[in-house]
């Protein structure tokens, strides 16, 4: 059964460092989505992303953010200085859209641990 | 998307029927009812969704008020490995992008 991957597992970083987050959604999904899960907290959207562009984004979502879909089967998150704060795990979901389903289809996480 | 409520916990026994209920009072018209579980420190899962049905899969039931007021999901025969925070989400189809918003959900712990 088809399934989203992201790499690395874990990824501890300094305080300032850029971090990109890898995610390998569905092969023929169309819809990609980031979000972040600080522990003890909720699951909070971060982005969507659709044709190659993002289509809604969250308030946590800021210019330290970005994401990117390289080459058509990566679907990365970057950070480019990492705050404390922004520890937590992060997410990955696609999903293939047929007349407004909702079933998205989650990665097994990256926990970010900013140091 | 409407709001939902659910209780914060609840205990089930192993080879029980487990039933969630979720509130969506103020759910309109074109708005499905999802449910999602997310088990200890892994990716949400999708479960099973509705708008106004009843529906089975493998994994679930998921029956809804006729009012749609209401729903609760079954998970039939209760095992150790269903011991997770269900989420019940309700998303219009008009909403294109189709972000989720997860709510606090039920801890539902599965006991031998």
């Known amino acids: 059964e088809p399934e989203v991957t992201q790499t690395p597992s874990h990824q501890v970083t300094q305080m300032g460092q850029e971090v990109i987050l890898r995610c390998v959604p569905i092969?023929?999904?169309?819809?990609f989505y980031w979000y972040r899960q600080i522990l003890g907290q909720k699951v909070e959207f971060l982005v969507s992303?659709?044709?190659?562009?993002?289509?809604?984004k969250s308030e946590i979502f800021d210019d330290q953010f970005s994401v990117e879909r390289p080459d058509g089967s990566n679907f990365t998150l970057k950070i480019r200085s990492t705050k404390l704060e922004d520890s937590a795990m992060y997410f990955c979901?696609?999903?293939?859209?047929?007349?407004?389903?909702?079933?998205?289809?989650f990665g097994p996480g990256t926990r970010l641990t900013v140091t | 998307d409407a709001k939902t409520t659910q209780p914060t916990s609840m205990d089930c026994a192993e080879g029980r029927a487990a039933n969630l209920p979720c509130n969506h009072s103020?759910?309109?018209?074109?708005?499905?009812v999802y449910w999602y579980r997310q088990i200890h420190s892994q990716g949400p899962q999708y479960i099973i969704h509705?708008?106004?049905n009843n529906e089975t899969n493998e994994m679930a039931s998921l029956i809804i008020t006729e009012d749609r007021k209401s729903s609760t999901l079954i998970l039939p025969h209760a095992t150790l490995r269903d011991t997770a925070v269900y989420y019940c989400?309700?998303?219009?189809?008009?909403?294109?992008?189709?972000?989720?918003?997860f709510g606090a959900g039920t801890q539902v712990v599965v006991t031998p």
């Open positions: 092969s023929n999904h169309l819809y």
């Open positions: 992303f659709y044709n190659n562009e993002i289509s809604e």
């Open positions: 989400i309700v998303k219009g189809t008009t909403d294109s992008w189709g972000k989720l918003q």
């Open positions: 103020t759910i309109s018209g074109n708005e499905y």
């Open positions: 979901a696609s999903r293939l859209t047929t007349s407004g389903s909702h079933e998205q289809y």
């Open positions: 509705g708008l106004k």
